[in-house]
């Protein structure tokens, strides 16, 4: 896999100017998970698929992990968590997207784990896209009248593709009906997040806690139900990394 942290500066430089690779940046949360889940599991699951990801794109993907930390205000009663203010998470990710554009790397996908990130980043991405365009396109302004003009210009260009979706939005609801029992999917260590941890962590999760989960949506959690819908989640970010390098 290739991780932008291990690189040397020739390596760095000659990998982005041979191969144009885009990057898959996972982001995540530091935050308490009841008794039966791992405080980093968000930012670890999250890390996996963007791991997996970027070794079966090996040729045109570069991994980097720029925070573990998110937005986790909601969980702050139970020491342990970290969290950023929202300001700060967003600053971080635009200094980051930044940086990347200035390297010749203009395709990101973000994978998220973390339910707490959802709407800022969902506001945030898409002001990122429009401003990273905005900086770094070549496009001339001095015919533009109207702000429609100039987003039918930035849109012409195709070099900057960011985006972003947090993993469990990547299934079917068909899938999701067939496989989860727990009305309140995605949730929080829940059936759903549960199975997958007992799948990709199955060490990190504590089996006897989950009998006595104060949520009690955990017990229909299984390594099966997890393995499916791992599968699931690459197959489906592997289609929007084809789509996005082509
Ligand atoms: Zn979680």
């Known amino acids: 896999m290739h991780n932008l942290e291990f690189f040397n500066r020739n390596e760095a430089r000659d990998f982005i100017n041979k191969n144009n690779p885009m990057a898959i940046i996972p982001t995540g949360s530091v935050e308490q ?8 599991m968000d930012i670890n699951s999250a890390t996996k698929i963007a791991e997996d990801l970027t070794n079966k794109f090996s040729k045109n993907t570069i991994f980097y992990r720029p925070l573990s930390v998110g937005i986790a205000e909601q969980h702050m009663a139970f020491p342990g968590t970290m969290t950023l203010r929202v300001n700060t998470f967003i600053g971080v990710l635009t200094d980051v997207v930044n940086s990347m554009i200035r390297s010749g790397i203009t395709k990101i996908l973000f994978i998220n784990g973390h339910g707490g ?39 012409q260009d195709s070099k900057i593709d960011i985006r972003y979706t947090s993993y469990w939005e990547m299934h079917d609801p068909n899938f999701i009906k067939k496989v989860i029992n727990d009305p309140n ?26 009998k006595i989960d104060p949520l009690g949506t955990s017990s229909d959690a299984s390594e099966e139900k997890g393995k499916l819908i791992y599968d699931d989640i690459i197959e489906k970010y592997s289609n929007i990394i084809q789509e996005m390098l082509t």
Do not use: C, W
């Open 33 to 40: 998970h009841l008794n039966h889940l791992f405080i980093g």
């Open 185 to 210: 999917y995605p949730g929080h260590a829940n059936e759903y997040e549960t199975s997958v941890a007992l799948h990709m962590f199955p060490d990190l999760v504590d089996k006897e806690a989950i």
């Open 117 to 155: 990130n959802t709407e800022p980043m969902r506001t945030a991405m898409q002001n990122i896209n429009l401003e990273m365009k905005g900086l770094h396109s070549e496009i001339d302004t001095s015919e533009v009248r109207t702000h429609v003009d100039y987003m039918e210009l930035l849109d």
